[in-house]
């Protein structure tokens, strides 16, 4: 069972559309991440948040933590052909840094 | 400007035989760790390191060996490859191994074992 479940899995798109991707769990994080990861790539961080209820944006991408700090979303606005990859959310629990199995996003011209 | 650098890229190997790969980080961060990538069940932290000469397990430790002797390199020796241990590894460092503090990742070595 993941500490963090993030959904969809997989999401296919065509250029232009938005979309939301999630990441949720039972337990409270002190802080949550996104990477990005792209094919033969390790991931990259995208953003940090740690305060609940906390929005962050990055360009087209607008990030939120919940409220009581066990969930997360990642929102794109008219998504691009180079928006296509593998995202992670990664939350400190404890003293662990725990990674979901991460949403793949396929966005096609 | 080179960050985390990993070798192989890509590796195959008979059950049984053994292996290194190499991490190898420029950035004189303090905390190195190995991670594996499998379908479905997001980054496992294997062993990591809070330093030169200082090792730590983690979460799907058994397998793997790491040492620590500089601060640049944390290479991850698998002692008898099993094809459980077919996936792909990364090497991520930070600059002070502080949980939540920004992970830099190498581009990952694709192993399998046959």
């Known amino acids: ?109 | 400007n080179a960050g985390v650098t990993q070798t192989p890229k890509f590796q195959v190997l008979k059950t049984g035989q053994s292996m290194t790969l190499q991490c190898a980080q420029d950035m004189n961060h303090e905390y190195m760790s190995w991670y594996r990538q499998d379908p479905g069940m997001g980054l496992r932290l294997i062993h990591y390191s809070v330093g030169a000469g200082i090792t730590d397990q983690g979460e799907v430790p058994n397998g793997y060996n790491v040492s620590r002797s500089t601060t640049e390199d944390f290479p991850l020796r698998l002692l008898s490859a099993a094809p459980s241990q077919t996936s792909v590894y990364f090497c991520a460092s930070s600059y002070a191994g502080t949980p939540g503090e920004k992970l830099f990742f190498g581009s990952g070595t694709q192993l399998s074992v046959l």
Do not use: M
């Open chain 1, 1 to 109: 069972t993941q500490l963090l479940e993030q959904s969809p899995q997989f999401l296919s798109i065509q250029e232009g559309e938005n979309l939301t991707v999630y990441c949720n769990s039972s337990s409270v994080f002190s802080s949550l991440q996104w990477y990005r990861q792209e094919p033969g790539e390790g991931p990259v961080l995208l953003v940090t948040v740690v305060t609940g209820g906390e929005v962050k944006k990055l360009k087209r991408l607008t990030f939120q933590f919940g409220d009581a700090r066990k969930d997360s979303s990642l929102h794109i606005t008219a998504a691009q052909p180079g928006d296509t990859g593998l995202y992670l959310c990664a939350g400190v629990y404890g003293n662990k840094l725990v990674f979901g199995a991460g949403t793949i996003l396929r966005v096609k011209s």
